[in-house]
């Protein structure tokens, strides 16, 4: 991973969850990571149901973002599962082909994928970066967590480089820096049934409610995930249990301020 | 409409995919459909879907539960034989929309993807939740709307029927 980042937010954490935002900017900058936000940024044609229509689409839209970090000699973070995997899928998509065509559009506009660029999720940055994190963390989280990494963080293996398919183990480590116990973890990652909400809400729902039903089941006190998507449907679709996103647990354990990090904007509060 | 179908073209049409390398592989094991979330709760059968679309019987018009798909993944990973039945459902799915099968939800999402850049909506909210939290106004500008657009005339979504 290159020194300067450019920062990709995607599209739902900006428009909806603004304070995960927020967390994730107060985090790189007590870890002292040169980020940059991506210029000319768009959706990344989410690889739940936009992609699956117009596949040609994504290719161009995803490599033209991967060619603006290219210029400017960037790698590029994400904060978000999807933008995560549609972007590290284009750009393992266009090392063997594709290349010629996408380049063909881009070309018109100026630009080139070369393919010099890596992509990573804020969760391969904070390991990265494990000796500043750990310094940089001063209170004890005391609260039992369900580790919820998502789909797209380890499925394909073969395109996200993940430590494999079974039992991941990456988010969990992290959790556990903060001195958060660990009440539940997946051996399988299991889904939130984000992706149907609105296609099929019912089936969505009962989706959903099998993944909280474990949580439940080993005492977790509140949820963990990497994902904003993940975020909406367990802080939108249930009473029980909080959630918290990546950034806001290291936040909190940086002892920066709930309120200053926006915790009070959650439906389901997490009083911490 | 048909009730039964051989649609020989169909199975061409996938084996040309980049993904399909594989996809004559694909011996009925069911370990796709061991770990689909969605079957589990009454949505989509991926190993009846595979069986379907290597035998060129899948119906494209009337066999709506390839939308029902989270599209975790979870097939690709556990397939032994490397089909990649998540594949394979993304590619009936490019097929439908091209015929206006895409369900009204995903077809607002491109919709306001093509004129915003963005796949969710920029609201009041979001204008009053950035200011309180000392964050920058959110802006898709101008060029790169105009290279979103060409990008979007010189491919496929572009073309898809998005109007019903």
């Known amino acids: ?94 090392q063997d082909r594709g290349r010629e065509e996408v380049n063909r559009t881009l070309g018109e ?3 080139h994928y070369g393919g010099g660029s890596e992509v990573f999720h804020l969760l391969d940055l904070v390991r990265q970066r494990r000796e500043e994190l750990m310094s940089s963390l001063v209170r004890e989280m005391e609260i039992d967590l369900a580790i919820h990494p998502g789909c797209h963080l380890s499925r394909p293996s073969s395109v ?3 430590e494999g398919p079974f039992r991941p183990g990456n988010l969990a480590e992290v959790a556990g820096w903060t001195g958060a116990g660990i009440a539940h973890r997946q051996d399988w990652p299991s889904c939130c049934g984000g992706g149907l909400s609105g296609v099929d809400d019912e089936l969505s729902h009962s989706i959903f409610k099998e993944t909280v039903w474990d949580f439940l089941e080993a005492g977790a006190e509140a949820i963990l995930t990497p994902c904003p998507f993940c975020f909406v449907q367990f802080d939108s679709k249930q009473r029980e249990l909080p959630v918290l996103y990546l950034s806001e647990l290291l936040a909190l354990s940086m002892g920066l301020d709930g309120e200053e990090i926006g915790l009070q904007h959650h439906r389901v509060k997490p009083g911490l | 409409m048909r009730t039964s179908s051989f649609d ?17 592989r694909c011996h009925q094991c069911g370990q796709c459909s061991s770990v689909c979330p969605s079957l589990r709760n009454g949505g989509i059968r991926p190993r009846e879907v595979m069986e379907r679309a290597i035998t060129g019987t899948f119906e494209l018009e009337t066999d709506r539960s390839i939308w029902l798909c ?34 009204d939800h995903l077809l607002s999402e491109v919709k306001l993807f093509k004129e915003t850049g963005l796949a969710f909506p920029r609201t009041r909210l979001t204008s009053k939740l950035r200011g309180e939290l000392d964050l920058e106004e959110l802006e898709v500008d101008a060029d790169t709307q105009d290279e979103l657009d060409l990008i979007v005339k010189r491919t496929s979504m572009g073309r898809l029927p998005v109007e019903r």
């Not at chain 1, 603004?18 to 870890?31: C, N, T, W, Y």
């Not at chain 1, 959706?43 to 970090?69: H, K, Y």
């Not at chain 2, 097939?75 to 097929?95: D, F, K, Q, T």
């Open chain 2, 8 to 24: 020989p073209e169909l199975p061409e049409e996938l084996i040309q995919e980049d993904f399909a390398e594989f996809l004559r």
């Open chain 2, 70 to 103: 989270t599209m975790c993944n979870g097939c690709s990973e556990r397939c032994e034989m490397g089909v990649n039945p998540a594949g394979v459902i993304n590619a009936l799915r490019r097929l439908s929309a091209q015929r206006g099968g895409a369900p």
């Open chain 1, 160 to 162: 996200v480089d993940a």
């Open chain 1, 109 to 111: 506009m100026g630009r």
């Open chain 1, 1 to 94: 991973m290159r020194d300067e980042l450019h920062l990709f937010r995607g599209c739902l954490i900006p428009t909806r969850l603004p304070f995960l935002e927020k967390s994730s900017r107060r985090v790189l900058e007590a870890l002292r990571v040169e980020v940059e936000d991506l210029p000319g940024a768009t959706c990344c044609v989410e690889p739940i149901g936009m992609r699956s229509m117009a596949p040609d689409t994504w290719l161009a839209v995803t490599a033209r973002m991967l060619s603006i970090a290219e210029s400017a000699e960037r790698d590029i973070v994400t904060l978000c599962n999807g933008c995560y995997l549609s972007l590290k899928e284009a750009h393992h998509l266009l």
